[in-house]
């Protein structure tokens, strides 16, 4: 039997989070922690870095989806992952559009390519 993959985790405004767990992506692992969070005007920033770093602990999640304008206010803990696994991608929201030069990671990727080439 083959084993399970890894799931994607999603940190996000009501519409984000609705939207991916209506395609199926919500779970709960073997202690009972989902792998999504639903930011709400009244989260902390300490619950979203929080939620960020256990997310990045979790052996299961190989992917976190994070809205840019949340991202935005952990920007320090995202630029510190430095691992291509949980990869972390920066998207839009419905009242947020994405915007590149804010995301650290895909500057990131670009230096890299940049420097092979």
């Known amino acids: 039997m083959a084993g399970r993959g890894k799931l994607i ?4 405004d009501e ?3 609705t939207g991916f767990l209506l395609g199926g992506i919500g779970e709960l692992n073997k ?3 989902p792998n999504f969070l639903v930011v709400e005007k009244d989260t902390s920033i300490t619950e979203i870095e929080e939620t960020f770093k256990s997310f990045l602990a979790r ?3 190989g992917i976190i989806l994070i809205n840019q304008f949340i ?3 952990i ?3 995202i630029d510190a992952h430095m691992q ?3 990869a972390v991608l920066e998207i839009p929201s419905k009242e947020h559009p994405y915007d590149a030069s804010k ?3 895909l500057r990131r990727a670009k230096d890299e390519f940049e420097s092979v080439v």
Do not use: F, L, Q, Y
């Open 9 to 12: 985790a999603v940190i996000g």
């Open 15 to 17: 519409d984000t989070c």
């Open 31 to 33: 202690n009972r922690k």
């Open 59 to 61: 052996n299961d999640i």
């Open 71 to 73: 991202a935005e206010m």
């Open 75 to 77: 920007r320090h803990a």
């Open 84 to 86: 291509s696994i949980p």
């Open 103 to 105: 995301d650290s990671i």
